[in-house]
């Protein structure tokens, strides 16, 4: 079967390559379980879903360069049969075999190695902590999200808020971090480069368990050997196998509590997480925008090819709709929804000024083509062009807004993220001028998120970025708008009646009208 993209009306797009990849590497998941075996506690299911994993990884970035490699020479798709080099191993496209040639298979054991010696030092660095609790290992939380001016405290009363109960029930917290800071409340929460081996430093295995874990760990090496000497593919996901034996004498001492990985770590879930017998794995969604841009006139949509792979136990996110949706991809998943999960609780009750309007805008960080591409998005629809005008737009509805209020409108801002390198500089030097000529307000981009939308009449978004769905669950208007009028919309909003959509302009004024005049008539009711 020749992969086709339907592009009658539309030229090649992220969103036709995401459909074609993920039909590809169904195939590549069908050719892994029909071949690999089992290995120690892992199934040929658990091996062949984060091999799987570890293609997309590798492969998914080489698919759409080549994809508009062959769509450029008005060939539509990748012939039957081409070899994929995704550096580290090969696909065929059409049949789904991914080969490792000896090389890339040497390459591969080089950091089994690397990894498997790092492990057997490990075993003997033997920390000071005397029985120490079963420990909640963390990953992928942002430094900025962990510390505010060093101190942790916001984070530590989040997780004991309440929001997420196992976090509230947590004993013992290892969370990984490289900043070096310490806890404000050390005897619980502490902060480490890796969790996993700083447990078993804390842990007290005895002499005897540590010379059973370096026999395990050093028949290891030869049981990993003989089986990727018989299965190149499986050096693919080297480094895994290099923990496995660590986390094996960890768990059946129970000293893992539970596991949390955040949607940062959404495309990697490591072997060693996987078919745990004492803790469960869980993954954190502190973000809700994780859907491909559907260009109009089209429809169908695509997926992120990484979500369907996603193997945790259970995920905690922010609303039911979006909880629907991973369902669909994964229909064993367990799935919480809890609201708003931004590593901090609601600490004020705010209103809106009764003296002016104000609107609140959140936007989305601008970068390059080059940049999205690298990132598998074309065209780029977050490119400066777009969010300038998205900018633009907004500046000339505070203009017709006070016309027709005869009240000041006071425009906030409050960037995504702060400046970073990737990021286009252009346009952060334009919100600085608009600033201090104070055509916008803007605001820190570490500000409690709560206050700032609790203090606003409505917000508007840059599609479909998650401050929506906090004005949401705060019962505060927003507007998603698109200053393209090319996009469909697919947001993950549970109700219609606080999130709404604007494809133009016109529309833009007129759901802010309709939005203004019910706020001020619940004022004067």
């Not at 996110?317 to 949706?325: E, G, K, L, P, Q």
């Amino acid at each position: 079967m020749s992969f086709f993209f339907s592009t009658e009306k539309l030229k090649l797009n992220s969103n036709h390559c995401n459909l074609s990849f993920d039909q590809e590497i169904q195939k590549v998941f069908e050719q892994f379980l029909s071949r690999l075996p089992s290995f120690l506690v892992y199934s040929s299911q658990v091996l062949s879903e984060r091999l799987t994993q570890r293609v997309i990884e590798i492969g998914r970035l080489p698919f759409t360069l080549t994809s508009k490699y062959f769509y450029e020479k008005e060939e539509k798709s990748i012939p039957i049969g081409f070899k994929l080099d995704c550096g580290r191993a090969e696909i065929e496209i059409g049949s789904g075999v991914v080969s490792v040639s000896w090389k890339q298979w040497l390459y591969n054991q080089a950091e089994f190695i690397l990894h498997w010696g790092y492990c057997f030092l490990n075993i003997f660095r033997i920390g000071f902590y005397k029985n120490s609790p079963p420990a909640t290992l963390i990953f992928g939380i942002g430094e900025e999200s962990l510390f505010i001016e060093k101190s942790d405290q916001r984070f530590v009363e989040y997780c004991r808020s309440g929001q997420i109960p196992p976090l509230k029930n947590g004993k013992w917290f290892l969370i990984q971090s490289f900043s070096g800071n310490i806890s404000s409340n050390p005897s619980e929460f502490s902060y480490v480069k890796n969790p996993l081996l700083s447990l078993l430093s804390e842990t007290r295995l005895g002499f005897l368990g540590r010379v059973e874990l370096l026999l395990n760990h050093s028949i290891l090496i030869f049981l990993y050997s003989y089986l990727v000497f018989r299965f190149r593919s499986l050096s693919l996901i080297a480094k895994d196998f290099a923990y496995i034996a660590i986390l094996d004498s960890l768990d059946k001492r129970q000293k893992i509590q539970e596991i949390y990985l955040t949607c940062s770590s959404f495309g990697i879930q490591p072997l060693w997480m996987r078919s745990l017998k004492n803790a469960e794995t869980n993954m954190i969604w502190y973000a809700q925008n994780w859907q491909p841009i559907v260009k109009l006139p089209e429809k169908k949509k695509s997926n992120i090819p990484f979500l369907r792979w996603i193997r945790v136990d259970r995920n905690w996110v922010w609303t039911h709709s979006f909880a629907d949706y991973l369902k669909t991809l994964s229909p064993k998943a367990k799935i919480e929804s809890v609201g708003p999960i931004v590593w901090y609780s609601p600490n004020a009750s705010v209103k809106p000024p009764v003296d002016e309007i104000q609107i609140t805008v959140f936007d989305i960080s601008p970068y390059s083509d080059e940049i999205a591409l690298e990132y598998c998005e074309f065209p780029n629809y977050n490119r400066p062009a777009n969010l300038n005008l998205f900018i633009e737009d907004i500046l000339s509805l505070k203009t017709d807004l006070e016309k027709k209020y005869s009240l000041p409108v006071r425009v906030r801002l409050k960037t995504k993220r702060g400046y970073r390198s990737s990021y286009d500089r252009q346009y952060f030097d334009t919100l600085e001028k608009l600033d201090r000529k104070g055509g916008i307000n803007l605001l820190y981009h570490m500000a409690d998120v709560f206050n700032v939308i609790s203090e606003s009449h409505f917000i508007i978004v840059y599609p479909f970025s998650s401050p929506a769905y906090i004005a949401e669950h705060l019962k505060i208007p927003a507007i998603y708008y698109d200053p393209t009028s090319s996009i469909l919309r697919w947001d993950f909003a549970d109700s219609e009646s606080w999130i709404h959509f604007a494809h133009s302009r016109k529309e833009l004024e007129s759901l802010s009208v309709r939005e203004l005049n019910k706020s001020f008539a619940e004022d004067f009711s």
